[in-house]
């Protein structure tokens, strides 16, 4: 049967399929995608694509090759692209179709004649890469190589930490002499959101708190009939060291990691760039109001969290222990001094500055993905828990060689 878009001759194989596309309502516009077969004796199919191999056009039809590869023996399939115009994917399926045929039938097929862009999208695309893991991550490298690459990062990392408390040091500097650049209302907006907005999640949180306490205290003082130092435990236990700690692990979990999501996300959208451009310092116009924020808003947030914990356990004293509510306060007041109250207060300063600092610098330090964006929140919330730990144990063992 003779078919007008593909004839076949002893020496060429040509198909060619047109298609007339109105441009407008006075002129028409032909495209063309040309696909030829040519034959040589050494068993060697050369393809030759012509023409605009666009989604527009109408894709030619790769039947007469499927039939040589399958009734006749062909080693190799070559290209010839010198006289191709302009292509997109339809250029590309068309190729894939061709590698899929050529491997089903043990056929080697020559990219080179290929251009260098569907070349290199085939090596992206194809299951071989992707097993040896192109899109998976390099090979895996000699444990000697990863203690040198994580001791090298960890250095870098620190770098960069000691030169972004640099800068907000300088920032600060520049605030008190009235020269930082920053609104006052994105201030207030920050002491918003990290004091009032915070309470509920602080006082269910501290109220549990100092009612663990007062059931473990309880325990062991049940044995020797000693339950109203329940609230010397519960009182010096909150007031010193647990209200704080307490306060500052929930708004470093969620202040925290916001500032890290909040900044990492402006890092996407190239609004710190901007700020730059504009010639205003992130540093200022971002970072100062929050370190701001969260410090003057801890010292509150964790007396809060004292009080709410020293009504948790006096609600187990009270109504577990059959202890008197008066008689519970009074011991938790003579228990509780000015010294382990002021102890406290300057942890929660302290750890206000360190989870400020840490959820901005996972911010800034941000890449430009949305990934990125979710690792620095949780990269932000890590740093920061792990800081204060070591903020309590440098604040605790001063303290004892204090004598406070």
Request: aromatic share 6%; charged share 15%; net charge negative.
């Amino acid at each position: 049967m003779f078919d007008p878009y593909f004839l076949l001759t002893t020496e060429k194989q040509r198909h060619r399929l047109s298609r007339i596309r109105p441009e407008d309502e006075q002129k028409q516009i032909m495209t063309t995608s040309i696909f030829e077969i040519d034959t040589a004796p050494d068993d060697t199919l050369r393809l030759t694509l012509a023409g605009e191999w666009k989604l527009g056009n109408v894709q030619p039809s790769a039947q007469g090759l499927l039939e040589q590869l399958e009734e006749r023996k062909v080693n190799r399939v070559t290209f010839d692209t010198n006289e191709l115009d302009d292509w997109d994917s339809m250029l590309l399926v068309f190729i894939t179709r061709i590698s899929e045929a050529c491997s089903r039938h043990k056929v080697s097929m020559d990219q080179s004649g290929l251009p260098a862009g569907v070349r290199r999208l085939m090596v992206l695309s194809s299951p071989e890469n992707q097993r040896t893991g192109i899109a998976h991550g390099a090979e895996r490298q000699p444990f000697l190589a990863r203690i040198g690459g994580i001791t090298l990062e960890l250095a870098a990392s620190v770098q960069e930490a000691l030169a972004f408390i640099g800068e907000v040091t300088l920032a600060l500097f520049r605030l008190l002499r009235g020269r930082a650049g920053y609104r006052r209302i994105d201030l207030i907006l920050n002491i918003q959101e990290a004091g009032v907005q915070a309470l509920p999640i602080i006082t269910l949180i501290s109220l549990l708190i100092g009612m663990i306490l007062a059931f473990i205290a309880a325990i062991q003082l049940k044995l020797f009939g000693a339950q109203i130092y329940v609230a010397d435990v519960v009182g010096i236990g909150t007031v010193r060291v647990m209200g704080a700690v307490m306060a500052g692990v929930i708004m470093a979990g969620r202040t925290g990691a916001a500032y890290a999501a909040q900044i990492g996300t402006m890092q996407v959208n190239e609004e710190v760039d901007a700020l730059q451009t504009l010639g205003l310092s992130p540093i200022e116009f971002l970072v100062l109001p929050r370190v701001l924020a969260l410090t003057l808003m801890m010292p509150l947030l964790c007396v809060y969290a004292d009080l709410m914990g020293v009504l948790g356990g006096m609600t187990v004293g009270v109504g577990v222990l059959n202890l008197g509510a008066v008689e519970y306060m009074n011991q938790t007041r003579a228990a509780i001094s000015l010294t382990d109250f002021s102890v406290g207060l300057f942890h929660s300063f302290v750890f206000g500055i360190l989870i400020a600092v840490s959820g901005c610098l996972r911010g800034i330090k941000c890449e430009g993905s949305a990934s990125a964006v979710g690792n620095a929140a949780t990269s932000a919330v890590v740093t920061a828990i792990v800081a204060m730990v070591v903020a309590t144990l440098i604040i605790t063992l001063s303290c004892q060689v204090l004598g406070i």
